[in-house]
């Protein structure tokens, strides 16, 4: 259906650019909507954000294509039920963890591989969000996918990945991620036998580079690595299924035409990609653990400066050199939910329990930090030596809405009924009196 594996990409960098590409030579017009396009195209505008938003926050695309997206039908109920908005209000507020999902013994599409873990707000009402696993093995075929309630964000753990899109293809691998914005039609096709990882449906504001403050202009993602496709098409008769995704549930449609047959296009709603390897990692050099927002790489901002309503932060290899110090995370208690997931090798705050394609769920105000084998050996550490911490990819989707869990999350297979004892040897050290003097 596409350009074969072996062909090399190439990509256009910049987090948030005004990007042009054209796939025939002066297909891309002057202006964005001439009486007559290049080569008889079309023009459509698709926009991420309202027309009047604030400059710096606009994002849309102009695309240039065979045909334009109209006269699709989509009003047949898709059925996926693990793919759900149902979410428990009555989800309680225990720190839980979660083997990876098991990839399906039958053949199995990313749209039939998603798995909904946990989520709050409402696509209805553009506020909020949704965190789903998938697990697949197999391509997605004459099916074409659509998400008008969410921008996605895609963390795949294992299996790389060839995203075909409307503004063209991307590959991604592990420790790497894709997002695609809100109403972008895309399909994923596997370039191994499986693949597995994290989605994360944003239904507010898109996610965002953070402003750096007292970091100054540099440091943690770049926007030159955030790459996004060069223009690609195909001109094809055939039955395509469009399944949407709106206000929550899944619809299907058949296309009579491929949706990619954007010849041209120019604009900042596109999709990227982005090499978690490529993160500027900071840190303490004097004393103490950071607060981990110095591992932010995207944020979607709330309604309330400085409060976002979900971060994608990242915990990289790197060298821990903070003396006198308890070098793992800090026991804590957060006004923030975290959902972590293990992409590669081992997080510093877990020995052992926490394992690559797994998850786990700290809710806000519950007591979490790192279990009793990392707090003897951190406790036993000589701080005046480095610890390099390599072979590590972890991350965390943390958000200001408690998270509510599916029924799948709560009571499925994956779920770890005995995380709680990972700090059951974290025993009194109390060296005082047993009761106060005086
Ligand atoms: O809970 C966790 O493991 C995530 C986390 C990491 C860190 O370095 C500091 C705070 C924090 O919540
Ligand atoms: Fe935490």
């Not at 350009?3 to 054209?22: I, N, V």
């Not at 926009?47 to 695309?63: I, M, V």
């Not at 989707?397 to 994956?414: C, I, K, S, V, Y």
């Amino acid at each position: 259906m596409v350009a074969t594996m072996t062909d090399t990409l190439h990509y256009q960098a910049g987090f948030g650019s005004e990007l042009q590409t054209e796939a025939l030579p002066g297909a891309l017009p002057a202006h964005n909507s001439p009486q007559h396009c290049p080569y008889g195209l079309y023009a459509e505008q698709i926009s991420g954000t309202a027309f009047t938003a604030p400059r710096h926050q606009n994002r849309r695309s102009w695309l240039y294509r065979i045909r334009p997206s109209v006269g699709q039908p989509c009003a047949e109920p898709y059925a996926q039920p693990r793919f759900t908005a149902s979410l428990r209000p009555d989800t309680p507020p225990e720190p839980m963890r979660w083997d990876p999902p098991l990839i399906p013994a039958t053949p199995v599409d990313f749209v039939d591989g998603l798995v909904t873990v946990a989520g709050n707000g409402s696509a209805t009402l553009q506020h909020g969000f949704a965190i789903h696993w998938y697990a697949c093995n197999q391509s997605m075929s004459e099916r074409v996918f659509c998400n008008a309630d969410a921008e996605m964000l895609i963390v795949p753990q294992h299996g790389a990945l060839r995203v075909v899109t409307e503004l063209g293809l991307l590959e991604v691998a592990p420790q790497e991620i894709v997002v695609i914005p809100r109403g972008i039609r895309f399909l994923l096709e596997l370039t191994e036998d499986t693949a597995r990882g994290y989605v994360c449906e944003n239904f507010g504001a898109p996610f965002r580079l953070p402003d750096l403050g007292v970091i100054g202009a540099n440091g943690l993602a770049a926007a030159r690595d955030f790459l996004y496709p060069v223009a690609w098409f195909e001109d094809r008769t055939a039955p395509i299924q469009l399944i949407t995704r709106y206000l929550g549930q899944l619809w299907q449609g058949v296309l009579q035409r491929s949706p990619f047959d954007v010849v041209a296009w120019h604009g900042n709603h596109a999709p990227y990609k982005y090499d978690l390897r490529r993160f500027n990692t900071l840190g303490s050099v004097s004393f103490d653990h950071p607060d981990p927002s110095i591992f932010l790489v995207l944020q979607a901002p709330s309604d309330t400066p400085g409060v976002d309503q979900i971060d994608f932060v990242v915990f990289p290899p790197r060298a821990l050199v903070a003396q006198d110090t308890f070098r793992p995370p800090w026991f804590h208690r957060n006004v923030a939910s975290e959902f972590m997931g293990l992409i590669h090798g081992r997080y510093d705050a877990k020995a052992s329990g926490f394992v690559p394609g797994g998850a786990s769920l700290h809710p806000c105000m519950t007591g979490h930090g790192p279990d009793a084998a990392t707090v003897e050996r951190a406790l036993q550490a000589d701080t005046h030596q480095t610890d390099y911490l390599t072979d590590t990819m972890a991350f965390m989707f943390e958000t200001r809405l408690p998270m509510l869990l599916t029924d799948h999350a709560l009571n499925g297979p994956q779920r770890q009924r005995n995380y709680l004892d990972c700090w059951a040897d974290v025993r009194s050290r109390f060296a005082g009196p047993t009761h106060p003097q005086g």
